[in-house]
């Protein structure tokens, strides 16, 4: 799949095991038949978080992404759903 934004934030790289490194970008996404842009958090993991190392906020990009989804184990077993960027594009 792929979306088409505005960077509007570029986290940092945080280490959840020596073997697991994630880290955020968040695109600001707006349809064109919408007054309402949305704010689109996005997944980058291990190598593809030095992806968004050249990234600058303001700057237009076109994001390819796999959609994720797990289900708890505990409580009421909601499910989460994660989108996983794999390749970033400037886009002019």
């Known amino acids: 799949m792929e979306i088409t934004g505005e960077v509007i934030k570029i986290g940092d790289y945080v280490e959840i095991t020596p073997e697991f490194t994630t880290r955020q970008i968040v695109i600001r996404y707006k349809e064109s038949n919408s007054d309402y842009p949305q704010e689109i958090p996005l997944e980058l993991y291990n190598a593809k978080c030095e992806l968004a190392d050249k990234l ?37």
Do not use: F, H, M, P
């Open 56 to 92: 600058k906020v303001g700057e237009s990009i076109r994001v390819s992404y796999d959609l994720r989804a797990r289900q708890s184990t505990k409580g009421d077993k909601a499910r989460y759903v994660k989108l996983v960027a794999w390749a970033l594009t400037t886009v002019d």
